[in-house]
């Protein structure tokens, strides 16, 4: 009597390795979906952490002298009431150093930028020495967020934008 | 041995066909997890318009980037010391006002409207709302 195999080896080797390439491809893709979420998760509380805090008024002198060491005093705030004040933007841009400002945001690990954009659509960069759009155009991750603020007589968007080069 | 060959064809085949299921699978998963979004967009919107018509008066806008605020005027001049929250319960006018300020603002972006105390004054398509907020307010 001949003895007759249950399974064709071959058959089953093949049936084996494809079961393990989709287990071992499940898993990788399970794990880039974390991650991607992860990172957009993170991008989103600094988005809006950031533009909380540029929504507000702010409080201190924003830098301090010791020992001919700049240093943060306060907390950047550029709204009152709904509206941009002009002398904490002027204040703002006459800190003329992205660095400390990242350092008072909080931000270590991205880079941001703000534009004030009109109902025409005409964007105006909130600093000068803030990022400009070629520049977030090259980042390996970007996540905007739009506030709306009186501005110069009109409601506009303040389009903030966190960056990851 | 055609015997043989015949049934090695249908658990190959059984084989390929589980590992295109898997990948339809994952690529619809993939997609679907990464392009939903939430809410929070939105969210700030609606809470920056509705501080907006707390805090900003009529006056303070500009005639000559809202020409509209002629039309709203017209025979309601005491509207412009309102706040516009106020202004758009008390102006008939409420709609075109709203939308020169915020859907143009936003228009490409988002839909919305407002509704004030069940009156609407600027509509949009109800079978897509997505999020709203509302809040108490005096005028």
Redo the contacts between chains.
């Keep these: 009597m001949s003895k007759r195999g249950q399974i064709?080896y071959?058959?089953f080797i093949?049936?084996l390795l494809?079961i393990i390439?989709?287990s071992v491809?499940?898993y990788y893709?399970l794990y880039?979906?974390g991650n991607?979420?992860s990172e957009i998760s993170e991008l989103?509380l600094n988005v809006?952490s950031l533009?909380n805090n540029l929504?507000s008024d702010g409080y201190g002198s924003w830098t301090t002298w010791s020992s001919g060491n700049k240093d943060y005093d306060g907390k950047i705030g550029l709204v009152k009431?709904?509206?941009i004040d002009v002398n904490l933007l002027t204040k703002f841009r006459n800190l003329n150093d992205y660095a400390f400002t990242k350092r008072m945001f909080g931000l270590s690990e991205y880079d941001y930028s703000a534009f004030i954009i009109?109902?025409n659509g005409v964007s105006t960069i909130l600093a000068p020495f803030l990022a400009d759009e070629t520049a977030i155009s090259n980042a390996a991750s970007a996540i905007r967020?739009?506030?709306?603020?009186?501005y110069?007589?009109?409601?506009?968007?303040l389009n903030i934008v966190l960056f990851k080069k | 041995m055609k015997i043989?060959q015949k049934?090695?064809v249908i658990?190959?085949l059984?084989?390929?066909m589980?590992?295109g299921i898997?990948l339809i699978a994952?690529v619809s998963?993939?997609v679907f997890?990464?392009s939903s979004g939430?809410l929070?967009?939105q969210y700030?919107?609606s809470n920056?318009?509705l501080?907006?018509m707390?805090?900003?008066k009529v006056y303070?806008?500009?005639a000559?980037?809202?020409p509209e605020l002629a039309i709203v005027l017209i025979n309601n001049g005491s509207v412009s010391s309102k706040y516009l929250g106020s202004a758009f319960m008390t102006t008939d006018k409420a709609g075109i006002f709203f939308n020169a300020?915020?859907k143009?603002?936003?228009s490409d972006?988002y839909e919305f409207g407002l509704n004030i105390d069940n009156k609407e004054i600027s509509i949009t398509n109800k079978n897509f709302v997505v999020a709203r907020r509302a809040r108490f307010t005096e005028g």
């Excluded at chain 1, 110069?152 to 968007?157: A, H, K, P, T, Y």
């Design positions: 064709w071959g058959d093949i049936g494809v390439i989709i491809a499940f893709v880039d979906i991607a979420n989103e809006e533009s929504m009431n709904s509206k009109d109902k967020l739009d506030r709306l603020v009186y110069n007589g009109e409601i506009v968007r | 043989k049934k090695g658990f190959s059984d084989a390929f589980a590992v898997f994952a998963i993939y997890v990464l939430n929070k967009q700030y919107i920056d318009i501080n907006i707390q805090d900003i303070e806008l500009s000559t980037k809202y300020i915020f143009i603002l936003l972006k």
